[in-house]
T-cell receptor, first 112, second 113 residues
Framework: KNQVEQSPQSLIILEGKNCTLQ??????????LRWYKQDTGRGPVSLTI?????NTKSNGRYTATLDADTKQSSLHITASQLSDSASYIC???????????FGGGTRLMVKP | EAQVTQNPRYLITVTGKKLTVTCSQN?????MSWYRQDPGLGLRQIYY???????DKGDVPEGYKVSRKEKRNFPLILESPSPNQTSLYFC????????????FGPGTRLTVL
């Protein structure tokens, strides 16, 4: 069964600090992996997508990495801001069908 | 403004009383989907639709129905709601298939007593 595991489940950091969120998956055959940000009470919004051939991709202060061999992805947030407080969800799509596998998310809280 | 809208945003109902949650998108997307989000379980797909008159079951379809008579609308129907359907529901849409970025609605918080 396809699975996506995210760690940590929750994280508290001080404003201005960096952090890294992890996503491990067993989805096969792999097509792509997308990171979403979900603010409290709102729908998820896409941050970035990683395909098989991509190792690193940046979107402002967010940098995603992908290691397709070990089936791991990370989302690194640089110089965190209070507005980064949200849940971050990793979603993996396989090539076999049209369904997506969602991770449980990491809940990040940035404190002043 | 390009968006996905859901109604109602909040709903409290009782067991067995049929309800419909509407979802509409104005981006001419072919693909639409319904998810439920529960603490500790993340987002789980209920049903999805690749295009008009084409719907398929997701991971947790039991107790739900959907229809796709028009491209822009994808209502979620609970014929006989039960307390275990208390959850936060999201509708999403995208071009062609979920490879493309999904745009999510604002969510509907449903409580079944």
């Amino acid at each position: 069964k396809n699975q996506v595991e995210q760690s940590p489940q929750s994280l508290i950091i001080l404003e201005g600090k960096n952090c890294t969120l992890q996503c491990n998956y067993t989805v096969s055959p792999f097509s792509n992996l997308r990171w979403y940000k979900q603010d409290t009470g709102r729908g998820p919004v896409s941050l970035t997508i990683m395909t098989f051939s991509e190792n690193t991709k940046s979107n402002g202060r967010y940098t995603a990495t992908l290691d397709a061999d070990t089936k791991q992805s990370s989302l690194h947030i640089t110089a965190s801001q209070l507005s980064d407080s949200a849940s971050y969800i990793c979603v993996v799509r396989d090539n076999a069908g049209n369904m997506l596998t969602f991770g449980g998310g990491t809940r990040l809280m940035v404190k002043p | 403004e390009a968006q996905v809208t859901q109604n109602p945003r909040y709903l409290i109902t009782v067991t067995g009383k049929k309800l419909t949650v509407t979802c509409s998108q104005n981006m001419n997307h072919e693909y639409m989907s319904w998810y439920r989000q529960d603490p500790g379980l993340g987002l789980r797909q209920i049903y999805y639709s690749m295009n008009v008159e084409v719907t398929d079951k997701g991971d947790v379809p039991e107790g739900y129905k959907v229809s796709r008579k028009e491209k822009r609308n994808f209502p979620l129907i609970l014929e006989s709601p039960s307390p275990n359907q208390t959850s936060l529901y999201f509708c999403a849409s995208s071009w062609r298939n979920p490879y493309n970025e999904q745009f999510f609605g604002p969510g509907t918080r449903l409580t079944v007593l």
